[in-house]
Structures are given as structure tokens and as C-alpha cells.
């Protein structure tokens, strides 16, 4: 079991922060949270030694490379084994076009995220990269209209107040 830690209001603010720009100094923190920067830094550094923050990411706009659609394969598998989902899980997140990769409960077993240039590109990667693997019974494909993502965590900050 992962230990868990224990963040008040003001911890939960700061990874906001970071959240929303990784840029930001801790001086803009400081101020935002209203701590002495000092005070904000020990939190920080707090929070990377825990292991809430675990890294920092850029995020490229695909469009601008020519990626110009994205779909969410959602697959069925024949079985359901750890290893063999594992196995075909890691293998997935190997193949370029794929964004991300989630186990599901439901009528499919996967739900694949993937990012292509067009329709005949999406076929290509639907046929030669998912649907001709062995233990694939079946895939849905829905295309992605509109993304709208936020990768802030709820703010369920503990009881204790911040000092």
C-alpha cells in the first residue's frame, strides 16, 4: 500500500500552481499562496521529497506537427490474464500514434487514445497496429470532436489547517 500524505489548502494551491505552469517561480507562488518564500520553497521541496510532484511536463500542440485528428479506440480482448493485459498494454504505448492507453471496466476491456494526420491514417493504425494483434475480439473507434483537459487534482485537502 503507498504511504499517504497528509497537504492542507496551501499544498493543494501550490500543485494548482505548478499544475497550471511549471514555470512559475517560487516567488509568484509565495505571493499567490501568501507565504514568505522561504516557506513556499520548504513546501515545494516537501512535496518533490514525498513524492507528490513527481515531474514536470511540456505539452506539445500535435496540430502544429500535422496531427490533425485524434480517436479513442476502445478495444475487447479475448483474455483477460494480468500478464497477457500487461504484455499488451506495454506493447501499445510503444507505437507512436498512441497517447495514452487505460484498462476499463465495461463492454471494452481498453480504451486507447491516439493522435493521427487524417482518417487514412487513423485505418491504417486501426488495422495494422491493433485489429491484426492476436487476443483482439473487437475495437469501437470514436473520433475526437473537442478535448478539453485538466490535469489539476481535486482539491481534497485534509482536515488540518495550514500553519
Known sequence: ??????????????????????????????????LAPSSAHQRIRRLWETGALKGLHAEADPKVFGIGLEALLMIGLTKHKRQTVDDFLRDVTEIPEVRSAYLVTGRYDLVVHVAVRDTLHLKDVALDQFTSRPGVTRIETSIVFEARRRDRLPNYHSPRDAT
Not at 12 to 30: C, N, S, Y
Open 1 to 34: 500500500m503507498r504511504h499517504i500524505i497528509e497537504l492542507d489548502r496551501i499544498d493543494f494551491a501550490i500543485l494548482g500552481i505548478l499544475q497550471e505552469d511549471a514555470r512559475t517561480t517560487v516567488k509568484a507562488i509565495a505571493a499567490e499562496v501568501g
